[in-house]
């Protein structure tokens, strides 16, 4: 064999380790495209269901404002009432007193 043979052979080589190198590469870059889709498909759900979420929370936190609102007006309303009982009482006890 010659050297230009031998060359040849050791080029031979090289191009086949490349081209089958290049295919493993390809497949990885295949697979990894796969796996982004996904991904990209499974995130696109993670954000619709968070977006649900949060109207759930921006829900709860409006019933909570009218819960506390309901709240103090009821503490008020009971307050005056009881107020106006105090005040019956001691007009009552008042005219007790004058008799």
Known sequence: MS???VKLEEIERKVKKLV?????????????????????????????E????VDEVEELANKTQKLELTYKEDKEGIKK?????????????GWLEQL
């Open 50 to 53: 968070l977006a649900g979420q």
């Open 81 to 93: 009432r009881i107020d106006q009982y105090i005040q019956d009482i001691d007009t009552s006890i």
């Open 20 to 48: 089958e190198q290049n295919l493993q590469y390809k497949e990885i870059c295949e697979d990894l495209l796969v796996v982004r889709r996904r991904l990209e498909e499974e995130n696109r759900g993670l954000r619709q």
């Open 3 to 5: 050297t230009l043979e």
